[in-house]
């Protein structure tokens, strides 16, 4: 069987001509970076900005070996939110315009939501509105002692509508009113209280070992089995555990144990040696 990581295992789009506002990073062991590149304005989105990461995001769901996705914001901060210009600009829109323009930020969380590959937050500085909300739509968050979160559309008259069903995942129905009624700013020992991150460190070198941590554990795990893995949860989630649910979970492990990765890894136990996508860890 060909080690599906022995050359470099995501071919990402050359950012620089996709936008300046979105760069990808990738290594040979399926770990990918995406950062937000707008550290003069805290990385804060804009029309263009949520454009770039949706297409990053669309461009992961079929990169063959991806494990793990990262998203970081480039300076120190992770993103303050809504760009002021945008929000100028808005102001101006009818319904019809605004709910289109919605539907862009929408559809990238959505984008972030269905990446395959365990999707994880790395948060420093602010955190803000459709920025918390990111942070809500990973799977996995870790954040310096310094971050801030906010969900602060209230306090302009607005409602945090495209997140909120990230969000009200995240953190649970009474905590997201709270957090979405009042607008209050927060730090990250109460955001891991709330659910939002779930590790918080004193600085930038701690968040980094984890991250680092983080990808050495998943060298050894099957990127395909990870996708599937991350789909039981999302399809299973609240569901009645009636017969159509217990079949569907024998339907599931049987198509994984005669898939390529399920028989290579049973017979890598079995012959107590590393599975083809582990000979590098």
């Known amino acids: 069987m060909t080690n599906p990581i022995a050359d470099p295992i995501v071919e990402v789009p050359d950012t620089e001509t996709m936008t300046p506002l979105v760069h990808i990073d990738s290594t040979p062991e399926g770990a990918v970076t995406v950062w937000i590149n707008r550290p003069t304005k805290k990385n804060a989105f804009d029309a263009e900005t949520i454009a770039g990461l949706r297409q990053a995001f669309e461009t992961l769901h079929g990169a063959e070996g991806v494990r793990v996705v990262f998203l970081r914001g480039v300076g120190g901060v992770f993103s303050a939110g809504a760009d002021l210009s945008w929000m100028a600009d808005a102001v101006e829109w009818d319904e019809d315009d605004n709910r289109q ?3 862009g930020l929408a559809n990238m969380l959505k984008a972030l939501h269905d990446i395959p590959a365990l999707t994880v937050a790395l948060v420093e500085g602010p955190a803000f509105g459709g920025g918390a909300g990111l942070v809500a739509a990973c799977d996995h968050a870790l954040a310096t002692a310094d971050a801030r979160f906010s969900f602060s559309e209230v306090k302009l008259g607005l409602t945090p509508a495209t997140i909120s069903p990230y969000v009200i995942q995240a953190l649970g129905p009474r905590t997201a009113k709270l957090l979405f009624a009042t607008g209050r700013v927060f730090d990250a020992d109460a955001a891991w209280s709330y659910g939002l991150v779930d590790e918080v460190f004193d600085d930038v070198a701690g968040l980094e070992t984890a991250r680092d941590a983080l990808i050495e554990d998943m060298v050894a795990c099957a990127p395909g089995a990870i996708g599937d893995a991350k789909a039981l949860v999302n399809d299973f989630a609240g ?10 979970s024998a339907r599931r492990i049987a198509r994984r144990r005669v898939s390529e990765e399920g028989q290579e890894g049973v017979r890598a136990f079995l012959a107590r040696r590393k599975p083809a996508w582990a000979e590098q860890a």
């Not at 569901?239 to 569907?248: A, P, R, S």
């Open 101 to 103: 323009d919605a539907l």
């Open 239 to 248: 569901q009645k555990l009636d017969k159509g649910l217990i079949e569907e």
